[in-house]
């Protein structure tokens, strides 16, 4: 079945150690999402590539980075983890057309100790 | 500027009742209206949306949404509820002419069906 893969489900990290996140997709689409989610809360957009073109949002911190190889693999890079980034962390697919839906991963819990 | 405002942290409802699940949305011009389902530890799961036509909208596991332009909302509904269904509910817009521009999210609500 085409879907969203998201590795590791459950990460632990200490604080300041870099963590890297990785999503991969099969469904071919062009455009990918990284959230951060806090409990029960919605999910907050990070970043988002439509093809190769990076879009950072305004208020993303400086300590959070994405890289895009190719169309199938995106990753989060944490650079130092700080207590505040334990969070869900969510990526998301979609095909290009302004109508089409998200696809979510299940999700990496991270654990900053 | 897009808008999605959901009323409700909590829903409760009895298993066996109709469920209702709030939201309205601020757009410029024509939404594009999604709701998702999130079950505790897990990703968020596509339950339907509407793009156009029809005002009522049917999706997975027995739920529809009905799209009121004139009150700018787009609930929730299922005729009766399962305990199941219990899990946290986000509703999404996109402005149709805004591109490929992200979704906004709702602040979500949490349903819990009661047996």
């Known amino acids: 079945d085409a879907m969203v893969i998201q590795n590791p489900r459950y990460q632990v990290t200490q604080f300041g150690k870099p963590v890297t996140l990785s999503c991969s997709q099969t469904?071919?689409?062009?455009?990918m999402y990284w959230y951060q989610q806090k409990s029960s809360q919605a999910p907050k957009l990070l970043f988002h590539?439509?093809?190769?073109?990076?879009?950072n949002e305004a208020d993303t911190p400086d300590n959070f980075q994405s890289r895009r190889p190719n169309t199938s693999f995106c990753f989060l890079d944490i650079r130092s983890p700080g207590l505040g980034d334990a969070a869900m962390y969510l990526c998301?697919?979609?095909?290009?057309?302004?109508?089409?839906?998200?696809?979510f991963g299940p999700g990496t819990r991270l654990t900053v100790l | 500027a897009q808008s999605v405002a959901q009323p409700e942290d909590q829903v409760n409802v009895a298993e066996g009742n109709p469920l209702t699940v709030k939201c309205t949305y601020s757009v410029s011009g024509n939404p594009y209206l999604f709701w998702y389902v999130q079950y505790p530890n897990r990703g968020l799961q596509f339950l339907l949306k509407y793009i156009t036509g029809d005002n009522l909208v049917k999706g997975s596991y027995g739920f529809e949404a009905e799209f009121n332009k004139s009150q700018t909302s787009f609930h929730l509904k299922k005729p009766s509820a399962l305990v199941s269904d219990s899990a946290l509910y986000f509703c999404?817009?996109?402005?149709?002419?805004?591109?490929?521009?992200?979704?906004?999210f709702g602040k979500g609500t949490r349903l819990s069906v009661i047996a």
């Open positions: 469904l071919n689409h062009n455009v």
């Open positions: 998301a697919t979609r095909g290009g057309l302004p109508m089409d839906e998200q696809f």
């Open positions: 999404a817009v996109r402005e149709a002419s805004s591109g490929n521009t992200p979704l906004v």
């Open positions: 590539y439509y093809d190769k073109d990076f879009n």
